[in-house]
């Protein structure tokens, strides 16, 4: 079935340094794929998405750019405040075999630190 | 407008009973998704409502789980004899579409079986 594989543990890194959270993807059709954020204490907000190949989302100074020849996507951020501290979860949704479900990575624990 | 509000927000309950978890999705939504998170896991899909119908039940754990809509609005999630591995965060989601449309997810239902 559709899956999503995120990189392993949480990341911390400082304030004003380069964010990359990676992400790959196994789907049989052409899915869509997200980023989702979790504040502290808050919901599981849509932070941004790409409904096909070579298709760039962006959305509060986050990249994400979906790669069909590696099956990727990639999240960046150029420059982290300590608001960015958040939990950020890879998902994808792929009507090709008829599932109408997130399939959703693990999730990444990112801490800035000041 | 309001999002997707979930009732209670939290829920503690012995082995064995039964518990009644609700969602009201954004108004309008058709598609409404239920999803569980386990403590320092990624969400597990559960069940998906196309209207009142669910085309989608194959996240459901067990026989033990069990949902409905009704008037393509409200959602309740119903598990009976609760164990303690049901202990996790909730989340409901809706979109206005198939799953190709963004899902809006509600604060969830943190529930914890003694």
């Known amino acids: 079935g559709d899956s999503v594989t995120q990189m392993e543990g949480p990341v911390t890194l400082s304030e004003e340094a380069f964010l990359t959270i990676n992400c790959t993807y196994t789907a049989t059709g052409y899915p869509s794929l997200f980023w989702y954020v979790q504040y502290p204490g808050e919901g599981l907000q849509l932070l941004l998405k790409?409904?096909?190949?070579?298709d760039k989302g962006s959305n509060k100074g986050f990249e994400a750019t979906y790669r069909k020849e590696t099956t990727s996507f990639h999240l960046e951020k150029g420059s982290v405040q300590v608001s960015d501290s958040a939990v950020y979860f890879c998902a994808l949704s792929d009507l090709g075999d008829g599932n109408n479900r997130l399939a959703f990575g693990k999730g990444n624990q990112v801490v800035v630190i000041p | 407008g309001a999002g997707v509000s979930q009732s209670p927000s939290n829920k503690v309950t012995e082995k064995g009973k039964d518990v009644e978890l609700r969602c009201d999705p954004i108004s309008g939504h058709t598609a409404l998704y239920w999803y569980r998170q386990r403590l320092g896991q990624g969400l597990e899909f559960l069940i998906y409502f196309q209207g009142n119908s669910a085309p989608d039940k194959s996240g459901l754990p067990s026989d033990r789980f069990s949902a409905e809509r009704t008037g393509e609005s409200v959602s309740t999630l119903t598990i009976q004899r609760t164990q303690q591995e049901d202990s996790a965060v909730y989340l409901c989601?809706?979109?206005?579409?198939?799953?190709?449309?963004?899902?809006?997810f509600g604060p969830g239902t943190r529930l914890l079986v003694l």
């Open positions: 989601a809706s979109s206005e579409g198939g799953a190709a449309e963004t899902q809006y």
């Open positions: 790409a409904t096909k190949a070579d």
